[in-house]
């Protein structure tokens, strides 16, 4: 795995424009579940209540559970070392985006400024009658479904629904970036969902190198990915971060005798 790390890093270092494009296992330490795999909360919830369809026959029933999926615990997460290590990247100007398919602020909440939010934020909500936004932490959810204050209309949550457009700003940005990118960075996805799981694909037609972080094979694993970093997030990213950024030397070892 040593022989890997510095491999991916080789290419990080002397990549002109990477794009990291990320899933739910980044927030896995952060303590957010996945939605596949053991664990998942597709395990325990009907994927239906993503479904915009569903949203709006049922709004209240809807908000009661995406209130304890998505509000009850989410606002406690805080970012791991793997979104740590990215706002680094970015700030050292290793990373040129970050594209997310999370909803969870945890990037933004780690310092990351280059972001594409492919399925929205859970931090904002919007008004279905006069699309007026408001942070989730304004409005409260003891009763269902929360309403707009101005109009009355039923507020959604801020993220996309199966079955809803995605939003057209970070839909442009991803695909100028995997065009652009010579390095993609794919932690912690299956990439099973159309139109995200499109991006690594794009980016691999253009000539991207594609290094991929994951404890289990995903579909990019055996049909375009070039490094694979087995393992978690949070752990990969620290052995990485040691061959992007070496500790400076202190004085005593700058020292020559
Ligand atoms: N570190 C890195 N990856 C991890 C970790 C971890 N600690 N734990 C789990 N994973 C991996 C899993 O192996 C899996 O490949 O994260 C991935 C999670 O997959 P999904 O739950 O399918 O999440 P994601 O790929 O982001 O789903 C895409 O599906 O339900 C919709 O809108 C939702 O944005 C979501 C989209």
Known sequence: MEDKI???A????HSR???AFTGAGISVESGIPSFRGNGGLWEK???????LQHFLNDPAGSWVVIKQIFYDFFGMAKPNAAHLILARMEKEGMLGRTITQNIDNLHQEAGTTIISEFHGNSKKLTCLICHRDYHAGHISLDHFPPTCIECGGILKPGFVFFGEAIPQLPLAEAYEAASLSDVVLII???????PANQ???????FGATIIEINPEPSAYTDRITDIFLQGKAAGIM???EKQLF???????QDRVD
């Open 6 to 8: 510095k491999e991916a």
């Open 10 to 13: 080789d290419f990080l270092k």
């Open 17 to 19: 424009f990477t794009t």
């Open 45 to 51: 919830y009907d994927p239906k209540i993503l479904d």
């Open 188 to 194: 912690g996805t299956t990439g099973e969902v159309m």
């Open 199 to 205: 991006i690594p694909f794009i980016a691999k037609e």
């Open 238 to 240: 620290l052995k990485l």
């Open 246 to 252: 070496p500790a400076p030397l202190n004085d005593d």
